[in-house]
DNA sequence: TGCACGATTCGATTAGCATCAAAGTATGGC
DNA sequence: GCCATACTTTGATGCTAATCGAATCGTGCA
């Protein structure tokens, strides 16, 4: 269940259940100690209640942890393939270097702005103008029955993106306008001459070796 | 257990037992397991055997996890004097900042050498002759009925400096020559005049602030 | 060669912990 | 206001895994 909290997704306890394969009322067991030990926080929403990792210590710890298991035993290694860590899709919304460079960008320049509590985003007066010039409607996304922006912690870069529905709000204009391209089969996005130019215009992002980058090869390749 | 090897001191499995407060019994099982998974590694010395962490992953998973713990519940925090950080004794040899750049240095210019298995420490020919004018006999400390030299992780650097035989003849001749003197109701040592300027001249260390480093304020204290 | 000491193995005991079903609580939708 | 859904609490159960003493093994010392 930690691990699978590792990614940044806050997660139901049922979600968690599942992926634990126990009951719920064991997982809520669970949960709940890891919550009086301060390894969990959670977040009530209506009837659900989402949880994620408390901090990130306690992500060192997992990933210090896995590194010593992963020594004890011949461990398979599937080779993630490394355009997957420039840009990919992350359930609705952009993830990988890029997510995370447009995150740092965005909350440079003041568009957005997070709120302590969690890592819950608030777009400022002054992005959601730049914004709707993009075409990304705040108000509308605001409006969804979803969280609206929280930080998704990328699983490759270990830093926060913006993920709900301003994240997946982002991630349609950008495929929309032709920034990025969907591969067919994949999760795999590859930024196009077009999204490129835009990026560094727009928001200063240079991007490596474009349209290229999908085929040259990267220095290290991640573990899982 | 584990937490006592984090200094870096291998030991044995009847002091390891009284630290976990368990029968000789249960901590040779405890430590056969935890050799299985590869995160203890042993040395046999005669009757005796000597326990250690696998390698720096092992020690930076028990950090992780101690950062975690530390957070849960209101803890005690030492504070440990900062002169302690810069130059003390560990035992009977050199232990702290001024340890682990000598042991930096020492393997740079090619006194000592590492053998893999474990981190058994060796003099190398040129070495020995530049000890000898120092007065340290290295024949006579191999001769002890002790290690010779291995690497003591220290407990604020993180970082290994020489111990056994070979460390306590340096810390001794070091003594001698007045480059350190001891306070007299602690562990701490402080750097004099003369050592500051022989440690520099041999060896291109220079030190911070000497001779007043006792005094100085250091910018960061550390746990435990 | 025999004794002392350190360390490990084995077997039996037991505490404690994970687990789940069922009951209880809270929320949202109709 | 009622039901469906999401989740938590409680209590009983089964089983794992930690523990220790006794016996054994191996090394060093006299």
């Known amino acids: 269940m930690l691990y699978c909290l590792l990614d940044g997704h806050a997660r139901t306890s049922t979600e968690l ?8 009322s064991t997982a809520s067991v669970h949960l ?9 926080a959670s977040m009530t929403q209506g009837k659900h209640r989402y949880w994620r990792l408390e901090g990130p210590r306690v992500a060192a710890a997992l ?17 993630t393939p490394s355009r997957l860590r420039f840009a990919r899709t992350c359930y609705d919304h952009l993830a990988g270097e890029i997510a995370v460079l447009l995150h ?17 985003y608030e777009v400022t007066p002054e992005g959601e103008k730049a914004l709707a010039s993009l075409g990304v409607d705040v108000a509308a996304a605001r409006a969804l029955r979803r969280r609206f922006a929280y930080a998704c912690v990328d699983w490759s870069e ?3 993106h913006i993920a709900g529905a301003l994240g997946a709000a982002l991630l349609q204009v ?12 994949s999760r795999a996005l590859r930024v196009t001459r077009v999204g490129s130019g835009e990026l560094l215009i727009r928001f200063g992002l240079r991007m490596p070796d474009t349209p ?3 085929a040259r090869p990267r220095s290290r390749e991640t573990r899982i």
């Open 17 to 24: 259940a599942i992926v634990g394969g126990v009951s719920a």
């Open 32 to 40: 709940a100690r890891l919550k009086r030990e301060r390894l969990v």
């Open 63 to 79: 990933e210090a942890l896995m590194v010593v298991a992963g020594e004890s035993r011949p461990r398979f290694v599937p080779h």
């Open 104 to 120: 740092d960008r965005l909350r440079a320049i003041g568009w957005i702005s997070v709120r302590p509590p969690g890592a819950e």
């Open 158 to 160: 270990r830093r926060p």
């Open 174 to 185: 950008a495929l929309k306008r032709r920034w990025v391209v969907q591969d067919l089969d």
């Open 212 to 214: 290229a980058n999908t």
